[in-house]
């Protein structure tokens, strides 16, 4: 079924055009780089996979329930118009709710496509272009799976939220070859994993576990790319140059933590939006997650060179600057892990599955 025939209010145009600006830069040094990136460029090469392989779609999913969420996670939960929906009703927000987080991750990640493949274009260094190829593949896959999930097991798509959008369009738009990296790899990317991290560790639904540990794999390389590159070329930038960066930052951490209230869904079920912002603004799981969400993108700014005065009193003020201080290394660490011990459980079942068909088969012959 087309996509469009899935989306819960009108997409808007498509396609989407956003005029591309700076150059691209060919580099005639083919034997020499750094060797922290081109190892994670190997590392790219060596973890690639097939969602289509990898993913064990024939799990069930309740598209009323998909990721478990509970009541308290609801930012309609103790309103007036909660008392009114019956468990129906209920279990349809939750379907919205579902698909509208999964359809910022599937946008976002074509958004990461895109991106990547602008530093293929735009970065000086060869280094750097053998990477972001790596990105490019990977970021390919995780928009096919969001779409696949999103299609086969919700069977509903919102729209992009205005915010990511617009923080896409800027980082497009920019001349600088750096900006895609700052805008998508510690932006976008940094605010997304912790999403992933958020609802991989709190779901007890294997599909959606599966999908987010898997891609949380990849973006953990990402992260790391753009931590390295940035970190060499900031450096080098005037004081001037990095209080422009700065901007741009406080700017899109703004943009990234108001896109993540879901008023558009609240809207969808005959709420105003006024009064959908208020709930949004006033409920205490949704304040604690979008805090939650800095902790990998506040540690990264700083490791990159970005802390100027006026950024750190902009994450004191959106309640995030003790962030800062958190382990990114062991939080990517940790991420590959996961991923790792989960594919071990996964593939031990299996094995454990066909040891006893194997037995069963023997048996059978003994006894026939």
Request: hydrophobic share 40%; with cysteine; proline share 4%.
């Amino acid at each position: 079924m087309p996509t469009y025939d899935l989306y819960a209010t009108e997409p808007g145009d498509s396609p989407w055009q956003v005029p591309a600006t700076g150059a691209a830069r060919f580099s005639w040094e083919y034997d020499s780089g750094r060797d922290r990136l081109l190892a994670l460029y190997q590392k790219g090469k060596d973890k690639q996979w097939d969602g289509q392989r990898r993913i064990d779609w024939d799990l069930e999913v309740d598209p009323y329930d998909a990721l478990g969420t509970p009541d308290e996670a609801m930012s309609l939960y103790g309103t007036k118009h909660w008392a009114k929906l019956t468990d129906k009703d209920r279990g349809e927000l939750r379907r919205h709710y579902a698909s509208w987080q999964f359809s910022q991750f599937l946008h976002g990640e074509q958004g990461a496509m895109i991106c990547a493949a602008r530093i293929v274009e735009s970065v000086p260094d060869l280094d750097a272009k053998f990477y972001s190829a790596t990105q490019t593949m990977d970021e390919a896959r995780h928009a096919e799976i969001y779409g696949r999930f999103l299609h086969e097991k919700i069977g509903l798509v919102y729209p992009i939220n205005d915010n990511l959008q617009s923080l896409l369009d800027d980082t497009l738009r920019d001349s600088r070859w750096d900006m895609p990296y700052l805008g998508m790899q510690v932006l976008i990317e940094g605010l997304a994993l912790a999403a992933f991290g958020m609802i991989r560790d709190t779901t007890d639904k294997p599909l959606p576990k599966q999908i987010l540990a898997y891609v949380m794999q990849d973006e953990a390389r990402h992260v790391a790319f753009g931590r390295m590159a940035l970190r060499d070329h900031y450096k080098q930038l005037t004081d001037a140059e990095l209080r422009e960066r700065e901007e741009f930052v406080i700017e899109g951490c703004y943009l990234m933590r108001d896109r993540l209230r879901g008023v558009e869904v609240l809207q969808n079920f005959g709420i105003p939006r006024a009064e959908a912002e208020e709930y949004s603004e006033r409920s205490e799981f949704l304040a604690l997650f979008r805090k939650l969400l800095f902790s990998r993108i506040v540690p990264c700014v700083k490791d990159i060179g970005l802390w100027g005065k006026r950024l750190q009193q902009a994450y004191v003020d959106m309640g995030v600057f003790d962030m800062g201080d958190s382990n990114l290394d062991l939080l990517m660490s940790q991420d590959e892990e996961i991923a790792e011990q989960l594919d071990a459980e996964r593939f031990a079942a299996e094995e454990k599955e066909r040891v006893a068909e194997v037995e069963g088969a023997i048996e059978a012959g003994a006894e026939g």
